[in-house]
């Protein structure tokens, strides 16, 4: 089941740093008279950032997948009603258009950084154009030209997903805040719940607390590449291949 790829060594750390700083903290009677808040903000405002960063690359990522596949579509269509092109030239174009989304698919799933064979696929497009310039209308071929661009626009940046990500800086951050962030708490909620409650429900919400943060930590990293199949709402990336 994919939600028990939530759940890794981050998780547990977290978990086991939250209980020894509840059994340190009522075991050697520690409380702290501090505001939260400050502090929470210091978590929080980093692990928001990110996950609204690797949200929104998401969403751009089916824009550009969409552009794409338009433009392979579109290409695939002024091919078909070129009259003067023969059909074992048509077929010929179709296969080419195929080849060049199944070839995006592969490198998103195998997370390629290299645009160079992405490239070579488009090339082909072009030079497909080009020698069957007979056959194809002026007008078709500046149409043409302009789903190419579409292509092109969407496939770049969908393969400059597999590098650039959410600065690791600010994620390295968010970990190390998480990680902190019960040690802070536990002298805290001891201060103010230590004589109304029993000790348990300290432990109880030293661990839901680091667990609500670590499961969303590792939630942004699932979707800040949102091609492979690891992810609960990553992209199927087999709905956008060309079925023509």
Not at 1 to 12: A, G
Not at 15 to 32: D, E, R
Not at 86 to 96: D, G, H, L, Q
Not at 207 to 235: C, H
């Given at each position: 089941?994919k939600?028990?790829n939530l759940?890794?060594?981050?998780?547990?750390?977290a978990l086991?740093?939250?209980?020894?700083?509840?059994f340190v903290?009522i075991?050697?009677?520690?409380?702290?008279?501090l505001d939260l808040l400050?502090f929470s903000?210091?978590?929080?405002?980093?692990?928001?950032?990110?996950?609204?960063a690797a949200?929104?690359?998401?969403?751009?990522?089916?824009?550009?997948?969409?552009?794409?596949?338009?433009g392979a579509?579109?290409?695939?269509n002024?091919?078909l009603v070129a009259?003067d092109?023969?059909s074992?030239?048509?077929?010929?174009a179709?296969?080419i258009?195929?080849t060049?989304?199944d070839?995006l698919i592969y490198?998103l799933?195998?997370?390629?950084?290299n645009y160079?064979s992405?490239?070579?696929a488009v090339?082909?497009?072009?030079?497909?154009?080009k020698n069957?310039?007979e056959?194809l209308s002026?007008?078709?071929v500046l149409?043409?030209i302009?789903?190419l661009r579409?292509?092109?626009?969407?496939?770049?940046?969908?393969?400059?997903?597999v590098r650039?990500?959410?600065m690791?800086?600010?994620?390295?951050?968010a970990?190390v805040f998480i990680?902190i962030?019960p040690i802070?708490?536990?002298?805290?909620?001891?201060n103010?719940l230590g004589?109304?409650?029993?000790?348990?429900?300290?432990?109880?919400?030293?661990?839901?607390g680091?667990?609500?943060?670590?499961?969303?930590s590792?939630?942004?990293?699932?979707i800040?590449?949102p091609?492979?199949?690891?992810?609960m709402?990553?992209?199927?990336?087999?709905?956008?291949?060309l079925?023509?």
């Amino acid at each position: 089941m994919k939600i028990l790829n939530l759940f890794n060594l981050q998780t547990f750390l977290a978990l086991i740093i939250s209980q020894l700083a509840a059994f340190v903290t009522i075991h050697y009677q520690i409380k702290f008279h501090l505001d939260l808040l400050l502090f929470s903000l210091v978590v929080v405002f980093p692990l928001h950032f990110s996950l609204q960063a690797a949200f929104k690359r998401r969403d751009r990522a089916l824009e550009y997948f969409s552009l794409f596949k338009a433009g392979a579509i579109a290409l695939n269509n002024s091919f078909l009603v070129a009259e003067d092109l023969p059909s074992e030239k048509k077929t010929e174009a179709r296969n080419i258009l195929m080849t060049m989304v199944d070839k995006l698919i592969y490198q998103l799933e195998n997370r390629v950084v290299n645009y160079a064979s992405m490239q070579i696929a488009v090339d082909k497009v072009l030079e497909f154009i080009k020698n069957n310039r007979e056959g194809l209308s002026n007008r078709n071929v500046l149409r043409m030209i302009r789903y190419l661009r579409d292509v092109t626009e969407g496939s770049t940046y969908l393969i400059s997903l597999v590098r650039h990500r959410t600065m690791l800086g600010l994620q390295f951050y968010a970990v190390v805040f998480i990680l902190i962030f019960p040690i802070v708490q536990a002298p805290i909620i001891y201060n103010r719940l230590g004589d109304l409650v029993d000790s348990w429900v300290i432990y109880l919400l030293l661990a839901i607390g680091s667990l609500i943060l670590v499961t969303l930590s590792t939630f942004q990293r699932m979707i800040e590449y949102p091609f492979d199949p690891k992810g609960m709402d990553n992209i199927q990336l087999r709905d956008f291949a060309l079925d023509i």
